[in-house]
């Protein structure tokens, strides 16, 4: 998709304070002084069987880059792709109610939507959150000596095609769901309650090492990913070892072709877990070394499901965004 927008021309106003340009989580508008909108959206198709969950995952996913720029978010419209005929309206009643059960938890007010005959059953939604310009948290501000955050377990590619393969036990299909419903709002809270934050993304279908690649060339730095300190779900480790890959895999270490290295310590399954893409995965975090440790105890404390340092920023290496050592 990036590579559609490339020569794509635009207008702008100069009341755009993130467009495009960077690629960034989600566009911001200024609309007063102290106060933009952020704006996004996202949708896809199932990861996992049940509706309700389902609805709850793909709301989580899509309220999580108001999150990843530091906002709040407000306002939501739901998407909703129905196959003619092929789905049971009490199936689209429990979608919809995970997804406003979803915002409710997010306090952020479900105002309508759009609903079009598809294919294929897609569901997700367009939020629009508020943040104070001067606090925003751009891909493109990453530090060199900066730390990185990462605040969920990676995996859930891998495990959610196993899932759809038969292949996942109920204990684990019911722990990474978990983990894609849980919104990322305790862990931006917890952030901007810290200070010190340079640069923020979070971890969805490019994987972490597309993600944190991306901020690094927005940045003009190099990042650095600490394998051995990554958070990931021990089944998808024991799937990986066993030949599991999705195909976003492939198309991840495509986007980031040439720009990355791998250390020859590195176990290839942890290299493998970097480029898996993620649905509703955690914010990555970069923070400055003096608030590493403050982060860590804030994120616990709200409870966050990972707290793991997983990395640092390194002055720019010619053309490398991405070191995994």
Same mark, same amino acid.
């Given at each position: 998709?990036?590579?559609?927008?490339?020569?794509?021309?635009?207008?702008?106003?100069?009341?755009?304070?993130?467009?495009?340009?960077?690629?960034?989580?989600?566009?911001?508008?200024?609309?007063?002084?102290?106060?933009?909108?952020? $704006?996004?959206?996202?949708?896809?198709?199932?990861?996992?069987?049940?509706?309700?969950?389902?609805?709850?995952?793909?709301?989580?996913?899509?309220?999580?880059?108001?999150?990843?720029?530091?906002?709040?978010?407000?306002?939501?419209?739901?998407?909703?792709?129905?196959?003619?005929?092929?789905?049971?309206?009490?199936?689209?009643?429990?979608?919809?109610?995970?997804?406003?059960?979803?915002?409710?938890?997010? /306090?952020?007010?479900?105002?309508?939507?759009?609903?079009?005959?598809?294919?294929?059953?897609?569901?997700?939604?367009?939020?629009?959150?508020?943040?104070?310009?001067?606090?925003?948290?751009?891909?493109?501000?990453?530090?060199?000596?900066?730390?990185?955050?990462?605040?969920?377990?990676?995996?859930?590619?891998?495990?959610?095609?196993?899932?759809? $393969?038969?292949?996942?036990?109920? /204990?684990?299909?019911? #722990?990474?769901?978990?983990?894609?419903?849980?919104?990322?709002?305790?862990?931006?809270?917890?952030?901007?309650?810290?200070?010190?934050?340079?640069?923020?993304?979070?971890?969805?279908?490019?994987?972490?090492?597309?993600?944190?690649? $991306?901020?690094?060339?927005?940045?003009?730095?190099?990042?650095?990913?600490?394998?051995?300190?990554?958070?990931?779900?021990?089944?998808?480790?024991?799937?990986?070892?066993?030949?599991?890959?999705?195909?976003?895999?492939?198309?991840?270490?495509?986007?980031?072709?040439?720009?990355? /290295?791998?250390?020859?310590?590195?176990?290839?399954?942890?290299?493998?877990?970097?480029?898996?893409? $993620?649905?509703?995965?955690?914010?990555?975090?970069?923070?400055?070394?003096?608030?590493?440790?403050?982060?860590?105890?804030?994120?616990?404390?709200?409870? +966050?499901?990972?707290?793991?340092?997983?990395?640092? +920023?390194?002055?720019? #290496?010619?053309?490398?965004?991405?070191?995994?050592?």
């Amino acid at each position: 998709m990036h590579e559609a927008l490339d020569g794509l021309k635009i207008w702008q106003s100069p009341e755009v304070i993130e467009g495009i340009d960077t690629f960034d989580d989600a566009g911001i508008y200024r609309i007063a002084d102290g106060t933009a909108l952020v $704006q996004t959206v996202d949708f896809f198709t199932p990861v996992v069987d049940d509706p309700y969950a389902f609805g709850q995952v793909a709301t989580a996913n899509a309220l999580s880059d108001v999150y990843a720029m530091g906002g709040r978010p407000v306002t939501a419209l739901n998407i909703l792709c129905v196959p003619a005929g092929d789905l049971p309206l009490p199936d689209l009643h429990r979608i919809l109610q995970g997804g406003a059960d979803k915002l409710k938890e997010a /306090e952020c007010s479900l105002l309508g939507g759009h609903t079009v005959i598809d294919k294929e059953l897609k569901f997700g939604c367009s939020i629009t959150g508020l943040i104070d310009p001067a606090r925003v948290w751009s891909n493109a501000g990453a530090k060199a000596g900066h730390r990185l955050v990462l605040t969920k377990f990676l995996g859930t590619g891998i495990l959610c095609s196993a899932l759809k $393969q038969g292949k996942l036990d109920a /204990e684990t299909i019911g #722990e990474v769901t978990r983990s894609m419903a849980t919104l990322n709002r305790a862990a931006c809270e917890a952030a901007k309650t810290v200070g010190g934050i340079s640069a923020a993304t979070d971890v969805t279908g490019f994987g972490l090492a597309g993600h944190a690649g $991306q901020m690094a060339k927005a940045s003009g730095v190099t990042i650095r990913l600490d394998a051995a300190a990554l958070p990931i779900f021990p089944n998808a480790i024991a799937l990986a070892k066993g030949g599991l890959k999705t195909r976003g895999d492939k198309t991840n270490r495509a986007f980031l072709k040439g720009r990355w /290295e791998t250390a020859k310590s590195v176990e290839p399954v942890l290299e493998d877990l970097c480029f898996d893409p $993620q649905t509703s995965g955690g914010l990555l975090l970069v923070v400055a070394p003096d608030r590493v440790d403050a982060l860590v105890a804030t994120l616990k404390s709200a409870k +966050v499901l990972a707290t793991a340092v997983v990395g640092d +920023v390194l002055p720019r #290496e010619g053309s490398l965004d991405l070191k995994i050592g």
